[in-house]
């Protein structure tokens, strides 16, 4: 993944090149082939580190400033490049973007599910696969966070910080007050965002199993059981 050329992934962003790299390094063929699989990790919150009070955060190594700071040779997110960036990379080279891919297929079974059928009993209309992990509506509302409520908060709050240093072209052609107002509106947006989150977290079959798959890392499948 990392070297001190650019033979490395995260130097050229080609795996064909890079996996031809690594087999030559470890002394084994490559036949020019490769695919993706998907796999789960299970880490512990404390990072092996007892006692829980002496655990690591995150920003402890996932940070520029991290206690990481300086040390050559390795690739972390957060700690190496920008984490926005390599989630975006991330989402295009393993191909979970169209995990996001809006349709109107089953959408309003759906929205019926959540408006009435979670009250009487009804099972949920959507059957979850590895290459379909969201239902349509959950598509439309993470694509709408992903592409309209994040990059307005972020664009809206830099301008809003940075408004003294506006060069005389945008103060010209924008008012503080449609900043202000374009902040707010995605804020509330946010928040109502997490409010529906956090309550649609406990529409599982128990209160919590939704809950628990979010800390685990694992979820128990209706047509695995």
Same mark, same amino acid.
């Given at each position: 993944?990392?070297?001190?050329?650019?033979?490395?992934?995260?130097?050229?962003?080609?795996?064909?090149? $890079? #996996?031809?790299?690594?087999?030559?390094?470890?002394?084994?063929? /490559?036949?020019?082939?490769?695919?993706?699989?998907?796999?789960?990790?299970?880490?512990?919150?404390?990072?092996? *580190? %007892?006692?829980?009070?002496? =655990?690591?955060?995150? $920003?402890?190594?996932? $940070?520029?400033?991290? @206690?990481? =700071?300086?040390?050559?040779?390795?690739?972390?997110?957060?700690?190496?490049?920008?984490?926005?960036?390599?989630?975006?990379?991330?989402?295009?080279?393993?191909?979970?973007? &169209?995990?996001? *891919?809006?349709?109107?297929?089953?959408?309003?079974?759906?929205?019926?599910?959540?408006?009435?059928?979670? /009250?009487?009993?009804?099972?949920?209309?959507? &059957?979850?696969?590895? @290459?379909?992990?969201?239902?349509?509506?959950?598509? #439309?509302?993470?694509?709408?966070?992903?592409?309209?409520?994040?990059?307005?908060?972020?664009?809206?709050?830099?301008?809003? #910080?940075?408004?003294?240093?506006?060069?005389?072209?945008?103060?010209? +052609?924008?008012?503080?007050?449609?900043?202000?107002? +374009?902040?707010?509106?995605? $804020?509330? =947006?946010?928040?109502?965002?997490?409010?529906? #989150?956090?309550?649609? +977290?406990?529409?599982? %079959?128990?209160?919590?199993?939704?809950?628990?798959?979010?800390?685990?890392?694992?979820?128990?499948?209706?047509?695995? @059981?």
């Amino acid at each position: 993944m990392t070297s001190v050329d650019d033979s490395s992934l995260w130097s050229n962003f080609s795996w064909p090149e $890079a #996996l031809k790299a690594g087999s030559e390094m470890s002394g084994m063929p /490559f036949s020019g082939n490769y695919d993706f699989i998907e796999t789960t990790m299970h880490w512990p919150f404390t990072h092996m *580190v %007892p006692p829980a009070e002496m =655990a690591l955060d995150c $920003a402890s190594c996932h $940070a520029s400033n991290s @206690r990481l =700071a300086g040390l050559p040779g390795i690739y972390m997110p957060g700690h190496s490049g920008n984490l926005w960036l390599f989630a975006i990379f991330w989402h295009i080279t393993t191909g979970e973007w &169209r995990q996001y *891919v809006p349709t109107r297929n089953g959408l309003f079974a759906v929205i019926r599910y959540y408006l009435i059928g979670t /009250f009487t009993g009804e099972a949920h209309p959507y &059957r979850k696969t590895t @290459r379909a992990k969201h239902n349509p509506l959950q598509r #439309l509302a993470y694509l709408f966070f992903k592409l309209m409520i994040t990059p307005i908060i972020w664009l809206s709050g830099l301008l809003y #910080l940075f408004y003294n240093d506006w060069p005389a072209t945008l103060s010209g +052609a924008l008012e503080l007050e449609t900043v202000a107002l +374009a902040h707010n509106a995605a $804020a509330f =947006a946010m928040l109502i965002f997490i409010i529906a #989150l956090v309550y649609m +977290a406990t529409m599982g %079959p128990t209160l919590t199993s939704l809950i628990k798959s979010m800390v685990t890392g694992y979820e128990d499948l209706e047509e695995h @059981r």
